[in-house]
């Protein structure tokens, strides 16, 4: 059972937990964590959420997931990451892109998604062989490029989660400068 750390809509620690469905139940702030694992050919990780999944089932995405309660933020996706593919990143390798502020209604559930998005990057020299997907969370993996993300934005392909993100344009503009050190 998740426990979250309840925030305020400035996103600080209010000192109040809740479980994570009485926070998505009742649209709680809380924090989310999520990474762009880019390969040494400036390919992109990205993984199908397990079928069972409440949200976004069936739909390829980055990895992250929740913030527990007491956890940072840094800590939380590293954890996901091990958790989710079977890898631990370490922690001076991860870099923070920003810090994003969303409300998500969730089509078709009870849920309210009020989180605080830390989106992080990190280079990867791993193939897809490498990877030990938790199955109860993903269901399979994938590297693609920048210019698949860009067409799939292009066709609001509802098969990735990431064509509804606002903020994609300066992610992928974060992206492409982190291709041309590889």
Do not use: C
């Given at each position: 059972m998740e426990i979250l750390d309840i925030l305020d809509e400035q996103g600080n620690i209010t000192g109040k937990t809740e479980k994570r469905a009485i926070v998505h139940e009742k649209g709680l702030w809380h924090t989310h964590v999520g990474i762009w694992l880019m390969n040494k050919?400036?390919?992109l990780l990205f993984q199908k959420r397990a079928e069972t999944k409440k949200v976004n089932p069936n739909k390829w995405t980055r990895t992250g997931g929740h913030v527990d309660s007491g956890e940072t933020?840094?800590?939380a996706i590293q954890r996901e990451?091990?958790?989710e593919i079977g890898v631990k990143i370490p922690l001076d390798e991860i870099e923070l892109i920003d810090i994003k502020k969303e409300e998500i209604n969730i089509p078709n559930t009870e849920i309210i998604n009020r989180h605080f998005v830390y989106n992080y990057f990190a280079k990867v020299?791993?193939?897809?062989?490498d990877y030990t997907i938790d199955t109860e969370e993903v269901s399979d993996i994938k590297?693609?490029?920048?210019?698949?993300i860009k067409?799939?934005?292009?066709?609001?392909?509802?098969n990735y989660t990431f064509t509804r993100n606002k903020n994609m344009n300066e992610i992928i503009k974060f992206l492409e400068n982190k291709r041309k050190d590889i």
């Amino acid at each position: 059972m998740e426990i979250l750390d309840i925030l305020d809509e400035q996103g600080n620690i209010t000192g109040k937990t809740e479980k994570r469905a009485i926070v998505h139940e009742k649209g709680l702030w809380h924090t989310h964590v999520g990474i762009w694992l880019m390969n040494k050919k400036g390919e992109l990780l990205f993984q199908k959420r397990a079928e069972t999944k409440k949200v976004n089932p069936n739909k390829w995405t980055r990895t992250g997931g929740h913030v527990d309660s007491g956890e940072t933020p840094l800590h939380a996706i590293q954890r996901e990451t091990e958790e989710e593919i079977g890898v631990k990143i370490p922690l001076d390798e991860i870099e923070l892109i920003d810090i994003k502020k969303e409300e998500i209604n969730i089509p078709n559930t009870e849920i309210i998604n009020r989180h605080f998005v830390y989106n992080y990057f990190a280079k990867v020299d791993y193939k897809l062989k490498d990877y030990t997907i938790d199955t109860e969370e993903v269901s399979d993996i994938k590297y693609i490029t920048i210019e698949e993300i860009k067409k799939a934005i292009e066709n609001k392909d509802e098969n990735y989660t990431f064509t509804r993100n606002k903020n994609m344009n300066e992610i992928i503009k974060f992206l492409e400068n982190k291709r041309k050190d590889i």
